[in-house]
């Protein structure tokens, strides 16, 4: 039986910036798209052994990627409870359930930013030998932190500049794709630093690039408080997560570290919950508006964003990834650019742009269709029609 497959819609998103064939089709061979393109360029490389599954009505678009996932946490309202209440096997086990929810929902490749023990390079191994289904991982394992700082029970705490040389050295020997440091503190940890202030200097953190980059790996920065957002720009970061600009008594979105992102090409994730229309119920609707005007005024100056929801912490679960994106729409983004920050842009910043983000002949045969052409509007996307990764078909999650 042949390995190869036609699939047929009524349209191929097949480049940035909605770059699309009408009445396409998309040909693979294993793993391995062939030929993507108008349908009769693409059947005139298939023949009558080949399988053939249309799909009338539908966009078929690269495969989503989430640049902003932590497989150890449960979504629940006490993700850190529950991560300290499980062996590593039992914890390995239900990151196993996590990553099938992910690819179920089209997400067909994630960075994870922080686990615990480098059971996401276990996780890796077991879906790329295809013992289990799941997302390709770009994993940072165990996330730089000082004592006590952000996330320290996951192993990464550093209290001297020899002991942050030696984590990023021992994770990058391990098989890490990334390096995370936390630059700023974070709700999620009790008695550690406020959200908003910063637990690195912009020396230490360019200690970490520096390091990263002998080891040829990129540098992602959790950073919430603008202060620890400059550092990590003097610093020369790859990424910043979060990017939320909180001050002791506020916010403040400094002009000229914008500028700096800007210029330097510094990808931003905001990591904007699947649940961002209640975001006024729970945080007052004057704040809501103000933190909803930061990231549209981020994208008015051209920040280069990419796609993220920080699956795993509290009720941000493993399958809103389409949700979230509806955000970007409403802030006045237009929906092929938004589709780009889940596709060719969010490959691109995690060092998989050619394993990931487009479909083109060489590139891998990850791909998903939905109803309608979310070029038009991103509510399409909710209507989940078929997935396809690593060349095997997944049954999609429908209901959204």
Same mark, same amino acid.
């Given at each position: 039986m042949s390995s190869r497959k036609l699939i047929t /819609?009524?349209?191929?998103?097949?480049? #940035?910036?909605?770059?699309?064939?009408?009445?396409?089709?998309? !040909?693979?061979?294993?793993?391995?798209?062939i030929a993507a393109g108008r349908r009769t360029e693409v059947e005139a490389l298939a023949d009558e052994r080949d399988e053939r599954i249309d799909l009338p009505g539908t966009t078929v678009l690269p495969g989503? =990627?989430?640049?902003? =996932?932590? !497989? &150890?946490?449960?979504?629940?309202?006490?993700?850190?409870?529950?991560?300290?209440?499980?062996? @590593?096997?039992? !914890?390995?086990?239900?990151?196993?359930?996590?990553?099938?929810?992910?690819?179920?929902?089209? =997400?067909?490749? $994630?960075?994870?930013?922080?686990?615990?023990?480098?059971?996401?390079?276990? !996780?890796?191994?077991?879906?790329?030998?295809? /013992?289990? #289904?799941?997302?390709?991982? =770009?994993?940072?394992?165990?996330?730089?932190?000082?004592?006590?700082? +952000?996330?320290?029970?996951?192993?990464?705490?550093? %209290?001297?500049?020899?002991?942050?040389?030696?984590? &990023?050295?021992r994770n990058a020997e391990l098989g890490a794709d990334v390096i995370k440091v936390m630059a700023t503190g974070g709700a999620l940890t009790r008695g550690g630093p406020a959200t908003w202030q910063a637990q690195f200097?912009? %020396?230490?953190?360019?200690?970490? &690039?520096?390091?990263?980059?002998? *080891?040829?790996? #990129?540098?992602?920065? +959790?950073? +919430?408080?603008?202060?620890?957002?400059? *550092?990590?720009?003097? *610093?020369?970061?790859?990424?910043?997560?979060?990017?939320?600009?909180?001050?002791?008594?506020?916010?403040?979105?400094?002009? @000229?570290?914008?500028? /700096?992102? $800007?210029?330097r090409g510094i990808r931003v994730c905001p990591t904007v919950s699947p649940h961002w229309r209640m975001l006024p119920t729970v945080f007052g609707t004057e704040r809501a508006e103000r933190l909803f005007g930061q990231v549209r005024t981020m994208a008015e100056r051209g920040v280069r964003f990419i796609a993220g929801t920080d699956a795993g912490v509290q009720r941000a679960g493993f399958d809103g990834l389409r949700q979230s994106l509806t955000f970007f729409e409403h802030i006045g983004m237009p929906a092929p650019r938004v589709l780009d920050m889940a596709t060719t842009e969010a490959a691109d910043a995690l060092g998989a742009g050619g394993r990931a983000g487009l479909l083109a002949p060489g590139r891998p045969a990850d791909l998903i269709a939905v109803s309608g052409d979310p070029r038009s509007g991103l509510e399409a996307l909710t209507d989940l029609r078929f997935v396809m990764s690593r060349g095997e078909l997944i049954p999609p999650q429908r209901a959204v």
């Open positions: /819609a009524a349209r191929v998103v097949t480049g #940035p910036g909605g770059l699309s064939a009408e009445d396409g089709a998309v !040909l693979t061979d294993g793993d391995t798209v989503l =990627v989430d640049a902003h =996932v932590h !497989l &150890v946490f449960d979504a629940g309202t006490d993700p850190v409870g529950t991560l300290e209440g499980q062996d @590593d096997e039992a !914890l390995l086990a239900v990151m196993r359930e996590r990553a099938a929810r992910l690819v179920a929902s089209g =997400v067909t490749t $994630v960075r994870d930013l922080g686990d615990r023990g480098r059971l996401t390079l276990r !996780l890796r191994e077991e879906i790329e030998s295809g /013992a289990v #289904p799941g997302p390709r991982i =770009v994993a940072a394992t165990t996330p730089v932190t000082p004592k006590g700082g +952000h996330c320290w029970f996951l192993g990464g705490e550093v %209290g001297s500049e020899r002991e942050l040389r030696n984590l &990023v050295w200097g912009a %020396g230490e953190l360019a200690v970490v &690039v520096e390091e990263a980059r002998g *080891a040829g790996l #990129p540098v992602a920065a +959790h950073a +919430h408080g603008t202060a620890g957002i400059e *550092a990590a720009v003097t *610093a020369g970061v790859d990424t910043l997560e979060h990017c939320t600009w909180m001050t002791e008594d506020g916010n403040d979105l400094r002009d @000229d570290v914008l500028d /700096a992102v $800007v210029e």
